[in-house]
């Protein structure tokens, strides 16, 4: 199959008609607002904030302040909450618009232990009628639309999202995001496409397909096999945010995308890292910044020295005063292999 084979398909959630099917996926620790803004300037149909506790009481902590510090300017305002309890929920939902979110997104997708251990996350799906529950008690504490992102399912013998979509299609939910693996599966092995191919097929809300979508031909891959509505990039665009605007070009007239210019890089990191300082703090922005750095570093050509430095670094002023010296010199810049 080829880009033009395939008609672009149109995401909608709710009243909101995104410019783009392929959505930014939130990120704990990666996708702040400036690496989100960076993503909607090439191109990413939605950025959802980074997972907030549903325990309001902890909101005054520096974490949840950022998580929490929204993008205003996105259209539409994305904001992604997680726990366990209906009305702990509910209210950290009403809470989350009151601050000026205008997608409310329900975290049931996430193995990590921490939350876990407070039956959030991926964990609820072994506890259909909680789903439900939660759900119902988002819905309707606000007037804005609700989305879920969930896994598959809790393990390989219980893949029951085809049932979880289901009942969130009754509760209300407006779109639903499928990460092609099991709870059980944590990150290993493979994303599989059938399982959110079958949820597609069990609702008629917007379905995003996402997991290991890395590749235009991936894209196009997912997109045919699950005839998802969407998807949603991850770690792919950790270091290279330009990757909405490839997927973006190759679907609408197959044309290949142009590599970036060697100053539009230049720029666009030097941005990214002053946005970093400003929004952090020059001592936590500088820590924030360096695994961006490590990721972009992956698709600059002849970079090992200068990656081996600006991680090292302690203030601003030496990664940015680094990064431009890097690129200016003549063997700087993108690698043709990105
Ligand atoms: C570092 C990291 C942090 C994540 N944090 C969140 C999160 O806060 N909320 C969430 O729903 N998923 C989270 N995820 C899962 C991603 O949204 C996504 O489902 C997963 O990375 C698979 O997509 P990918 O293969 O395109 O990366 C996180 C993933 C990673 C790697």
């Known amino acids: 199959m080829n880009s033009q ?3 672009l398909p149109t995401l909608q959630i709710g009243p909101y008609t995104l410019d783009s099917p392929f959505v930014l996926a939130p990120m704990a620790g990666v996708t702040d607002k400036p690496f989100r803004k960076l993503c909607r300037r090439f191109g990413a149909g939605m950025t959802t904030s980074e997972m907030t506790t549903a325990d309001t009481s902890l909101w005054q902590s520096a974490k949840s302040r950022h998580r929490l510090d929204l993008d205003l300017d996105a259209d539409p305002v994305a904001v992604q909450i997680a726990g366990s309890d209906p009305a702990q929920m509910a209210n950290a939902a009403v809470a989350c618009v009151e601050r000026g979110a205008q997608i409310v997104d329900i975290n049931m997708g996430c193995p990590a232990k921490k939350v876990l251990r407070k039956l ?47 009942i969130a299609e ?73 990757v909405f605007a490839e997927l973006n070009q190759l679907l609408s007239d197959g044309a290949p995308f142009e590599p970036l210019e060697k100053k539009d890089l230049r720029d666009m990191m030097l941005d990214h890292l002053s946005e970093l300082h400003r929004f952090y703090g020059e001592s936590t922005g500088v820590r924030v910044a360096r695994k961006h750095l490590t ?11 200068y990656r081996n430095r600006v991680v090292r670094v302690d203030s601003a002023s030496e990664q940015l005063a680094l990064t431009a010296e890097y690129f200016d010199r003549t063997d700087g810049g993108i690698s043709r292999a990105a």
């Open 170 to 242: 009754a509760a209300g939910i407006a779109a639903l995001t499928i990460h092609g693996r099991t709870r059980a599966d944590k990150y290993r092995g493979s994303a599989e496409y059938r399982t959110i191919r079958a949820v597609k097929d069990s609702v008629s809300i917007p379905v995003i397909a996402n997991g290991d979508i890395t590749t235009l031909e991936k894209s196009l891959e997912v997109l045919e096999l699950t005839q998802a509505d969407g998807l949603m990039i991850g770690r792919a665009a950790q270091g290279r945010p330009w």
């Open 295 to 305: 990721w972009y570093c992956e698709h600059l050509a002849n970079a090992e020295e």
């Open 120 to 166: 959030a996350g991926s964990a609820l799906l072994k506890d259909e009628s909680l789903v439900r529950d939660i759900l119902e008690a988002v819905v309707a504490a606000v007037d804005v639309p609700v989305t879920l992102k969930t896994r598959t399912g809790w393990d390989r013998e219980h893949r029951n999202a085809p049932r979880i979509a289901r």
């Open 5 to 7: 084979d395939h008609t």
